[in-house]
C-alpha cells in the first residue's frame, strides 16, 4: 500500500477562522512533509518531519503550525491565515535512510481557500 | 545548491505522436533525479527514478528518461502518448545526505486529439 490519505479535500474559511489539515500514512516512513502549491507552480516545502522530530522549517510563518503526534499521522493547525494562503496543500511521506535516494509518495492535497 | 530547469513550460503534441519533455539539473555533487506526474487536482505521482547504474531508465505508463551526466540533462520520453497523458510533469532533484526535493517549474503536456 503506498496510499497517503488527507483530509478534508476542500476547505473554505474565514482569516480570523482556526483549523487543521490532516495526513496520515501506514507505510512506516519515518519522513513527513508539508508542502503548499500555487496554481501552475511546484511545490514549495514548507516543513520536514523525521521520527516524528521536525527537521526543517522553511521559515514558514506562525499562523502554520505542524504538529506530528505519531509516525503516522502529521497534522498542519492553520490560525489567522490570509487570502494569500490559498492554495493546494499537500503532504507526503518517504523512507528517512538519509542519502537522498528516498522516493516521497504524495497525498491527494487539500484545496484550501481563505476568504 | 542545486538547481532544475524545465525548458518547457508547455508542450502540446497530438495523440500518438511522440514526446520529449525536458528536464536540466545544475548541482556540485552527485544527484538523484525524479519526474513526477501531476493530473488536474490531484497530488504527484511517480514516474520514474535514477538512482545509480543503468542510464536509461523505465517508469510507468510507458515512460521512459534517460540520465546523461555530461549534458546534465534527465528528459522524459514517450514513443506514443495518449489524450489521457494530458497532465503537468516535474522533473526533481535531491543530492546524498538531504531528503528533500528540488522540483523544477513544470512542464505542461497538451495531448489533443
Known amino acids: 500500500d503506498t496510499e497517503v490519505t488527507q483530509t478534508p479535500k476542500h476547505l473554505v474559511m474565514g482569516m480570523t477562522n482556526k483549523k487543521s489539515l490532516k495526513c496520515e500514512q501506514h507505510m512506516g516512513h519515518r519522513a513527513m512533509y508539508w508542502y503548499k502549491q500555487k496554481a501552475k507552480k511546484p511545490p514549495e516545502l514548507m516543513f520536514v518531519y523525521s521520527y516524528e522530530k521536525l527537521s526543517i522549517n522553511e521559515s514558514v510563518p506562525s499562523r502554520f503550525s505542524p504538529e506530528c503526534p505519531n509516525s503516522s499521522l502529521l497534522n498542519l493547525h492553520l490560525h489567522a491565515l490570509q487570502p494569500e494562503d490559498s492554495a493546494l496543500y499537500l503532504c507526503?511521506?518517504?523512507?528517512?535512510?538519509?542519502?537522498?535516494?528516498?522516493?516521497?509518495?504524495f497525498g491527494p492535497g487539500t484545496r484550501l481557500t481563505v476568504l | 545548491a542545486q538547481s532544475v530547469t524545465q525548458l518547457d513550460s508547455q508542450v502540446p503534441v497530438f495523440e500518438e505522436a511522440p514526446v520529449e519533455l525536458r528536464c536540466n539539473y545544475s548541482?556540485?555533487?552527485?544527484?538523484?533525479l525524479f519526474w513526477y506526474v501531476q493530473y488536474p487536482n490531484q497530488g504527484l505521482q511517480l514516474l520514474l527514478k535514477?538512482?545509480?547504474?543503468?542510464?536509461l531508465v523505465k517508469g510507468i505508463n510507458g515512460f521512459e528518461a534517460e540520465f546523461n551526466k555530461s549534458q546534465t540533462s534527465f528528459h522524459l520520453r514517450k514513443p506514443s502518448v495518449h489524450i489521457s497523458d494530458t497532465a503537468e510533469y516535474f522533473c526533481a532533484v535531491s543530492v546524498s545526505g538531504y531528503s528533500t526535493l528540488t522540483f523544477g517549474k513544470g512542464t505542461m503536456l497538451l495531448v489533443s486529439p
Open positions: 535514477y538512482l545509480s547504474g543503468s542510464t
Open positions: 507526503a511521506s518517504s523512507q528517512y535512510s538519509g542519502s537522498g535516494t528516498d522516493t516521497q509518495y
Open positions: 548541482s556540485s555533487v552527485s544527484v538523484y
